[in-house]
């Protein structure tokens, strides 16, 4: 459970791990930056990464392929297939590439102009977790800070 004191925190469970962030913005518009291909081409990808986009459709069986480009060079192709969109409120999306797993991202209205991002990671085991949870975790919460970046330019 997310502490009351501070609700922008990651919680890890025993096969997933959930990240909240909240942000001075719409939840509609925190939505259009998740679903916009051009936005979202932006701001995705832990510090230092960046990303070209082959493929976003966001509908239901629509795909998502990209490849990120790391800082040193290496280059890491993914592909998703968006199983659910709720429009201003859900996105849920396989990764088909390995690390497996399914992302539910819910977008939260928390009035007076601001919003917040609640963002679930579960893999098909808690093993396949550990295996990436020491570099995934911190790198969720650097696509969070580059998506507060992103929102505040």
């Known amino acids: 459970m997310m502490s009351a004191h501070n609700p922008d925190a990651t919680v890890v469970g025993a096969d997933f791990f ?4 909240a942000y001075p913005v719409s939840r509609a518009r ?5 679903t916009s291909s051009d936005e979202l081409a932006r701001w995705w990808g832990p510090a230092g990464f960046t990303c070209t986009f082959h493929e976003h459709d966001v509908k239901p069986g629509g795909a998502w392929r990209f490849t990120m480009h790391g ?11 968006y199983r659910e969109i709720v429009d201003g409120q859900r996105l849920v999306f396989d990764h088909l590439s390995n ?11 928390e009035g007076a ?8 990671m579960t ?11 020491t570099f995934a975790i911190p790198g969720n919460e650097q696509n969070l800070d580059k998506l507060a970046a992103h929102l505040a330019g």
């Open 113 to 120: 102009g601001s919003s917040r991002v609640r963002w679930r």
């Open 99 to 109: 690390p497996q797993f399914v992302a539910s991202v819910t977008f939260l209205d």
């Open 18 to 21: 959930e990240s909240t962030r």
């Open 30 to 34: 925190l939505f259009r930056a998740w």
């Open 123 to 133: 893999f098909p085991s808690g093993a396949e977790l550990d295996k990436i949870k």
């Open 71 to 81: 800082p040193n060079g290496a280059s890491f192709e993914n592909h998703s297939v």
